[in-house]
T-cell receptor, first 113, second 113 residues
Framework: NAGVTQTPKFQVLKTGQSMTLQCAQD?????MYWYRQDPGMGLRLIYY???????DKGEVPNGYNVSRLNKREFSLRLESAAPSQTSVYFC????????????FGQGTRLTVV | GDSVTQMEGPVTLSEEAFLTINCTYT??????LFWYVQYPGEGLQLLLK?????DKGSNKGFEATYRKETTSFHLEKGSVQVSDSAVYFC????????????FGTGTRLLVSP
C-alpha cells in the first residue's frame, strides 16, 4: 500500500523556470493538501482541495497554482520559480471529518538558484 | 486565527530520561489536537491525537492530555530511546468548517546513548 506518493524527491531549478510537483494517493481520500516546510516555521499550508473539483488557498499561496486532476491526484505548479520558494514540499491527504488523520508523502526538496 | 505554539528546540536528552515537549494553542471553539513525528528524511506521521477536552492520546509510550482550561497538549514520555530522535510537531484541526491542520514550528529531539 503506497499511501501518498510525491515526485520528484529532489529538484534544482534556476530562477524563472517552471515545474510541477506531482502527488497521488491510493487511500480514496476526499481531501488533499500541499504544505511547505521551512526551518523555524513548521509546515505552512499552500493550497488544499476539500474534495474532487474544488481547490482553495491556504496560508501562503502566492507564486503557486494547483490542479486537482481527479480524486487521486493533486499537483502543485510553480510558474516562475524564485529563491524564496526553496523549501521542502509535502503533499498530504485525509478523509473528511472531525479529528481525522492526515497522511503525508515523503517530500520534495526544491532548491531555486 | 488559529495558531499553535510549541517549545523551541533542540531538546537534548540521555537515553531513559523523561521527556516533556510543551504545546499550547489558540483556536475558536474546541479543535482536535495532534502530535506528528518526522524522522530524518521522511514525511510526517501521526503519533497521537485527542478530539475533545480531557481526552488522553497515547502511542508508543508517548502521552498527551487535552487541557481546555490551559489550552495545552503537552507531549510526555517516561523513558526516551535513541530511536525517538526526530522532530515533533503539535497541530490542531478546527471542528467547524474545513478541518485543515495548523502546525507549530516543530521541536527537534536528540537522544544520546
Amino acid at each position: 500500500n503506497a499511501g501518498v506518493t510525491q515526485t520528484p524527491k529532489f529538484q534544482v531549478l534556476k530562477t524563472g523556470q517552471s515545474m510541477t510537483l506531482q502527488c497521488a494517493q491510493d487511500m480514496n481520500h476526499n481531501s488533499m493538501y500541499w504544505y511547505r516546510q521551512d526551518p523555524g516555521m513548521g509546515l505552512r499550508l499552500i493550497y488544499y482541495s476539500a474534495s474532487e473539483g474544488t481547490t482553495d488557498k491556504g496560508e501562503v499561496p502566492n507564486g503557486y497554482n494547483v490542479s486537482r486532476l481527479n480524486k487521486r491526484e493533486f499537483s502543485l505548479r510553480l510558474e516562475s520559480a524564485a529563491p524564496s520558494q526553496t523549501s521542502v514540499y509535502f503533499c498530504a491527504s485525509s478523509e473528511k471529518g472531525t479529528g481525522t488523520e492526515a497522511f503525508f508523502g515523503q517530500g520534495t526538496r526544491l532548491t531555486v538558484v | 486565527g488559529d495558531s499553535v505554539t510549541q517549545m523551541e528546540g533542540p531538546v537534548t536528552l540521555s537515553e531513559e530520561a523523561f521527556l516533556t515537549i510543551n504545546c499550547t494553542y489558540t483556536a475558536t471553539g474546541y479543535p482536535s489536537l495532534f502530535w506528528y513525528v518526522q524522522y530524518p528524511g521522511e514525511g510526517l506521521q501521526l503519533l497521537l491525537k485527542a478530539t475533545k477536552a480531557d481526552d488522553k492520546g497515547s502511542n508508543k509510550g508517548f502521552e498527551a492530555t487535552y487541557r481546555k482550561e490551559t489550552t495545552s497538549f503537552h507531549l510526555e514520555k517516561g523513558s526516551v530511546q535513541v530511536s525517538d530522535s526526530a522532530v515533533y510537531f503539535c497541530a490542531l484541526s478546527p471542528n467547524t468548517g474545513f478541518q485543515k491542520l495548523v502546525f507549530g514550528t516543530g521541536t527537534r529531539l536528540l537522544v544520546s546513548p
